[in-house]
Each structure stands twice: as structure tokens, then as C-alpha cells.
């Protein structure tokens, strides 16, 4: 099976929200910049809050993401804003489970880590991959990638991590119960 790679995408409708609120952001900013400059009301915490909201803004939309399915492993690269190359390499025999996300308080798995790995200009649906880390001392944690893959892609991951593609975490936490009970006996 050849190697498959997916590229981070812009959608219309997700740059115009993005946009939308970097206009918001940006009004905010320099209507406190008017109260400060022009009438001196001086507000460090309103101006440091927008400053660093138009920032994270900025990098959630600036940065584009590479998923790249290897013979062992999946790769994350991310390129950010300033140009900054970050990869994030999770092995297929650690994982155990991929799911469409959906959005809840508390969730079946307690993650150690999520790493947001999807462009918020991409209008994909939002994949989870769950795996397991071992640390220096050996101790397992659950860490969770959030990913937004192609058709193409999640297709191939079915067919080199068979039962471990699921369409929800339910499902995912099934399969993941009955291979510990498994373990166990």
C-alpha cells in the first residue's frame, strides 16, 4: 500500500467565521487603544487579553497540518505560523482507537495529553486518535490527537488497524475493554 498523505485545507465558510472574529477582536482592540491613546483610559489587562486572543486566533488559522501514514507509524507535522516545523509520531501498535469527535463534559477515557492537531480553517470532521504512552518510567497514560483525515486516509487506517476505526467513542471503548479482558485471562 502506497503511503498516504493529507494536507490541512481552507473552507469558505470557516475562514469567514475565523475572520469574523478577528474582526471582532480587532475592533475590541482598537477601541481600547482609542480609550487609552485618546482619553486616557489605560486598561493593560483588556489590551493583553485581546492581544493574546488575536494571537491564538492567528495560530489556529495560520498553521498548516500534514498527516502522512507511514509502514509503522502515523506522522503529524505542523508548520506553524512562523514557520516552525513540529512533528508528532504515534506508532499503530500503540493506538487503540480512532473515532469521530463529539463534543462532551466528561468523557468514557481519562487523556493524559490531546494534542490539537487540525487547522480551524479546515472544514473536515474532527477525528480522534487515541493511543498509549509509556513514560521514562514506565507508567501508561492515554494521550488523544485531534485530526481532521481525508476519506482516503481513514479508509487506509481501517484497512492497517483493523477493529480500531470506530464512528464513535462508545464503540471505541468497547473494543478497548473486552482486549484488556482479554489481556487479563
Known sequence: MANITVHSTITRKNAIIMGVLVAFFLFL????????????????????????????LAERMGAKYT????????????????????????????????????????????????????????????????????????AKQNHRVYFKPSPEMLAALKDKLPGKVHGTE????????KEEIKAEQ
Open 67 to 138: 498527516y502522512e501514514l507511514g509502514k509503522r507509524s502515523i506522522i503529524f507535522t505542523k508548520r506553524g505560523l512562523f514557520g516552525r516545523d513540529a512533528k508528532h509520531e504515534v506508532l499503530y501498535k500503540d493506538i487503540f482507537g480512532i473515532y469521530l469527535y463529539k463534543a462532551k463534559l466528561v468523557s468514557y477515557i481519562k487523556f493524559r495529553r490531546t494534542f490539537r492537531l487540525n487547522s480551524a480553517l479546515d472544514g473536515r470532521d474532527v477525528w480522534v486518535l487515541g493511543y498509549e504512552y509509556h513514560d521514562d518510567k514506565g
Open 170 to 177: 462508545e464503540k471505541t471503548i468497547q473494543e478497548l475493554v
Open 29 to 56: 482592540f482598537a477601541f481600547d487603544l482609542y480609550a487609552w491613546l485618546g482619553k486616557g483610559f489605560f486598561h493593560p489587562v483588556e489590551l493583553a487579553f485581546e492581544v493574546f486572543v488575536l494571537y491564538i
